[in-house]
Structure formats: structure tokens, C-alpha cells
């Protein structure tokens, strides 16, 4: 076998995240959130593995500015996340896990999450079929007086006995629907509810007698500061929010998917529409998570053995990966373009290690020094490139003849044979007597490792011998190329 020294620069390719090897970033960019007040604040959420990983909490100005828009988070987390959910929670907040009121949440496609109030893990519907319809009355009073002081969230429209007025989506936990009276500029509660068929929670200005089965207020009693009841609300503004559960505050909550300008001659007991605000009032935004490189390459060596070179290299975390190319460069030939030699499977997506390695074999490669390099490609096509290793000193140190194979042969067989330095080369094949029968090789050729195959179709079987000599005995080479001396013969065996 061809001896070989000294044959490897080795250098170490690392492909590094952004920050840190540990840490990724997670952007948010959202429009249309409120100031939540002092009491609490907004958080997000990774969802890994059916599991929330907290990404940070922020806070929000009047004007709907993030306090803070880049989290750092634990790269496995952010590799593996199929999730982001904005939540609202208490300040301070004791409970580690994420509140039940999740106001905005998408799912990554690579690296971005849409982000809306209708995904399922926010409010889980998009109020594309909203509607809203109410009346003026004051049925709390016992008498047809002040009608106009009082809204109830009913239809009429098709005759006694009332309809539920509003068509809304049913609220997971962590919300309630709440209706308004914009009175003089001023919101005016007139309660929350759950339902659209059943009384609302609370009557604080309504009059002693019962109220129809629906969400509504007769404003009679109990005025907030500024205001006196009974009112008129002709003029005035329906609305119907939806409130976070505990409310972060005695306002209407930015969510108000439905709203009605009451008409300046409104009459009572008239069925009145109101119009979807969803557009105008549901936040929107997007999640993304910093360019993650599908593949954390940590080491990327190669060493030459017995005419191979074998390359190793492992990854600490793979995102997506269907595998790597293995690609190789000789400069001194085909102008020193990269060939593909090779495909290796990988791991898909794991943030556990895992080793690789491929032989190639460089036995027939004329070639002092070759560079190699690996094309990590994802299952979407999307691609990387690894560092490059060089391997130089293909060259044997010394003149080297290696026994043909296979031996016996029949009819073909392979000799190789190795130069330390440019050299005048002939190999010739003998006969059992001793007589040429075939010069194999007789031409000038680099340093390098070379393999010639001998063709004996044509010959009986029997006892043949090869003989290599290199450069000229007695001054110099046939091309006037001064150099070493060295001779040698072995024997190979046709056996037809």
C-alpha cells in the first residue's frame, strides 16, 4: 500500500447562530394593542411541544408603542416552536403559567408567525359573521315613560316576542362581551354577558322592574359624575367590546367588533343595526424568529488512509434537514470546479448531536491537494454551504509500485503505483521469459498517486511480470528532467 505523510490541514467549520449557540431572538412586530394600565401587562408565549415557554413580558404606551419588540429566547425552544400567543397578565403576576386570556396568537410558517385575534389559540374566530341589531326602551320603569333613556340588545324586527339582537362567536375563558352607551362622550356600561339570549351581569341604572331577557340597560338611576339620568340617547353610540376576565379596567377594552351610531330622530321600540368595527379595532401583527440556519455544524475534519479520505463532522441541532451533498474541488483539473461525490441523510429536526462521516476513495485522483466541502439542504430546497478542509500532500514521500489487483486476474487488472516529484515514468509488462509484451505507461507525470488498468484479453495465461522505472540511471530524463532513480518488478498471475 502507497505510503502517505503529513496529509492533512484541517480546519474546523462552525456555522454560529446569531447571539449565541443557546440563544435565538423572536421580533414582534404588532400594531393596534393599548396601554393595559398599571396593573397589567401583555406576555408571549412559545408553544414547544404542547407546552408555553415564556418569551418575555412588555408593556405598551398611549400611543400603542412596544416598550420592547426583540426577545432573546433558548434556541432549541425557538427551533422547535409551532406557536406564538400573546397573552394579558396581572402585575405582579404569581402564576408562572400563561393566563387564560390569549389575545393574539399564529402559527410559524418558517420563520414568521401571523398573528391575529381569530386563530385558535387566541379568540378562535375571525367575526367575519358578526351582527348587531338593538332598540330604545326603558321596560325597568314600569311606565311608557323615558323611553329614550334606555338600549337593549334585542330585535324586534319580526314582531313580539323579541330575538336575541346580536350574533356573536361564543368567548373562550378569559373574556366576557360587554355593551356600552357613549353618552355625552362618555362610555356608559350597560353590562357584561356571555350570551346573547340571557340578562347581562349587572343593572346598576336600571329601575326596579324586570328587563327583558337579553343584554340591555335602562339609564335611570345612578349617573356617573358629568352625567344626569334619565338621558336621551338619540345621537349617541352602541357599542359592544369584548373585555379581558379580570378586566384590566372600568373603560371599553380596544376589542370592538360591533358599533351603531343611534340615529339623532331614533325612535323607541324600533329595531336599530349596528355595523362590524372589527377592522378597525382587532390588533394584528407578526412573530418572527431570527434566520435560524437549519443546521449547527460543530466540527467538519478529514484525515487520508490507505488511499481514502475520510471526512467526520457532527451537528448539535438540525432544523428541517434532509441531508448533505458532499462536494470536492481539484484545482489542478476541470479548472478547479466543485463535484458532487456523495449524499448523506440527515436527522430532519432534533436538537440532540449527531455524527456523519463518508470515504472517498482518491486512489485514482491525480492530485496534490484537494479541498472539500458540505451543502446542507433542507426539505424545502433551501441550502447551505459548510467551511472548506483542505487535504494536501496526496503525494507518497517515497516511489511507490503496489501489487496489481485483483492477482490472479482474468483478463483485467489494476496496478497502482506513486511519485513523490515530477518524473519521467515507464511501466512495461514481461513474460514468464522475460520477453516485453505491452509498455503501459512511458510519458512524464506530476507528483501524485496514480493506477493504470492492464488489459490481458489478449494473452495467454501464465506468469507475468511489471516493471517500473523512474527518471534516467545515468543523468536525466527523456525530457532533459533531472531526478531520481528507482526501479522495481513484481509479478501477477493471467489465470483464464
Known amino acids: 500500500m502507497r505510503q502517505l505523510s503529513s496529509l492533512l490541514t484541517l480546519i474546523l467549520c462552525v456555522l454560529v447562530f446569531s447571539f449565541s449557540a443557546n440563544s435565538q431572538v423572536i421580533d414582534l412586530g404588532i400594531n393596534g394593542l393599548e396601554d393595559l394600565g398599571s396593573n397589567y401587562q401583555y406576555e408571549g408565549w412559545l408553544i414547544v411541544g404542547g407546552m408555553p415557554v415564556t418569551t418575555g413580558t412588555f408593556t405598551v404606551d398611549a400611543g400603542g408603542v412596544l416598550n420592547q419588540t426583540a426577545f432573546s429566547v433558548n434556541m432549541n425552544d425557538l427551533i422547535n416552536a409551532t406557536t ?123 329601575g326596579n322592574d324586570p328587563g327583558p331577557p337579553f343584554p340591555g340597560e335602562d339609564f335611570l338611576v345612578n349617573a356617573p359624575s358629568g352625567l344626569s ?58 412573530a418572527t424568529r431570527s434566520a435560524i440556519v437549519p443546521v449547527e455544524l460543530t466540527s467538519f475534519t478529514a ?43 440527515g436527522n430532519g429536526t432534533t436538537t440532540e448531536s449527531h455524527s456523519y462521516s463518508f470515504s472517498d476513495d482518491i486512489s485514482s485522483i491525480n492530485a496534490s491537494s484537494l479541498s472539500y466541502r458540505l451543502k446542507q439542504i433542507d426539505f424545502n430546497g433551501v441550502f447551505e454551504y459548510s ?29 497502482k503505483f506513486g511519485l513523490p516529484e515530477k518524473s519521467n515514468v515507464v511501466i512495461t509488462v514481461y513474460n514468464s521469459l522475460g520477453a516485453e509484451v505491452v509498455t503501459l505507461v512511458n510519458e512524464v507525470r506530476e507528483a501524485g498517486s496514480y493506477e493504470i488498468e492492464f488489459n490481458a484479453n489478449n494473452f495467454s495465461s501464465g506468469i507475468y511480470y511489471y516493471k517500473i522505472e523512474v527518471g534516467d540511471p545515468s543523468t536525466s530524463s527523456p525530457q532533459g528532467q533531472a531526478g531520481q532513480s528507482f526501479i522495481e518488478t513484481k509479478k501477477m498471475i493471467l489465470l483464464k
Open 303 to 345: 484525515k487520508v488512509s490507505n488511499g481514502e479520505v475520510l471526512l467526520n463532522w457532527k451537528t448539535a441541532t438540525e432544523t428541517n434537514n434532509l441531508g448533505f451533498e458532499v462536494e470536492r474541488k481539484n484545482q489542478s483539473t476541470n479548472n478547479g470546479v466543485w463535484q458532487l461525490i456523495g449524499f448523506v441523510e
Open 84 to 206: 406564538f400567543v400573546l397573552t394579558i397578565e396581572p402585575i405582579p403576576d404569581s402564576d408562572p403559567n400563561p393566563s387564560s386570556t390569549h389575545i393574539l396568537s399564529g402559527n410559524f410558517t418558517d420563520f414568521d408567525a401571523p398573528l391575529s385575534v381569530g386563530h385558535p389559540a387566541a379568540l378562535g374566530d375571525d367575526y367575519s359573521s358578526i351582527d348587531g341589531k338593538y332598540i330604545l326602551a326603558t321596560p325597568t320603569n314600569g311606565d311608557n315613560t323615558n323611553e329614550l333613556s334606555g338600549i337593549w340588545f334585542l330585535d324586534l324586527s319580526g314582531g313580539p316576542p323579541p330575538t336575541a339582537g346580536l350574533t356573536l362567536p361564543t368567548l373562550p375563558a378569559g373574556w366576557k362581551y360587554e355593551g356600552w352607551a357613549v353618552i355625552g362622550g362618555m362610555p356608559v356600561t350597560t353590562g357584561t354577558f356571555t350570551a346573547v339570549d340571557m340578562v347581562d351581569e349587572a343593572d346598576p341604572f336600571s
Open 387 to 415: 467551511h472548506i478542509i483542505l487535504v494536501d500532500n496526496l503525494a507518497p514521500s517515497d516511489f511507490v509500485l503496489e501489487q496489481n489487483y485483483p492477482n490472479p486476474f482474468n483478463p483485467s487488472t489494476t496496478i
Open 229 to 286: 339620568f334619565p338621558t336621551d340617547l338619540s345621537g349617541m353610540t352602541a357599542v359592544i367590546s369584548i373585555e379581558p376576565d379580570p378586566d384590566n379596567s372600568t373603560a371599553p377594552f380596544l376589542l370592538k367588533p360591533l358599533v351603531g351610531g343611534i340615529p339623532s330622530n331614533a325612535m323607541d321600540h324600533v329595531t336599530y343595526m349596528m355595523n362590524s368595527n372589527v377592522a378597525n379595532s382587532f390588533p394584528t401583527g407578526t
